[in-house]
């Protein structure tokens, strides 16, 4: 087997470059890494407070009992209308969080 002729030896600045860059790319791939585990415990927290959620809602709308007059007590209609709004909060106010995370990260990389 003949090779052709030339010098196949490289330059100490391309191997340098080469090496820098492969680094910075593995740098990179271990925060995403990182990044993406830490979203595991936020994770298992809120799980566990929609399952503690949706328990006390339950225990709460079976506490609705109805009148002899066939109306069910409305007594508490607020507390019921509150604790079902807590989702929609937590979630509005994780897309705000997610987006200034995300704005803040992309000005750092800049």
Not at 36 to 63: E, T
């Amino acid at each position: 087997m003949s090779y052709p002729p030339g010098n196949f030896t490289a330059r100490a600045t391309v191997v340098n470059r080469t090496h820098r860059v492969v680094r910075e790319q593995a740098q990179n791939m271990r925060e995403q890494r990182e990044r993406s585990r830490s979203l595991w415990v936020p994770l298992v927290i809120c799980s566990l407070l929609m399952m503690a959620l949706c328990y006390s809602v339950w225990f709460m709308l079976d506490g609705y009992d109805v009148t002899p007059s066939g109306i069910p007590d409305a007594s508490d209609q607020i507390m019921l209308l509150l604790i079902w709004s807590i989702p929609v909060i937590g979630a509005a106010l994780g897309l705000v969080w997610f987006k200034r995370e995300r704005e803040r990260m992309s000005e750092g990389a800049r």
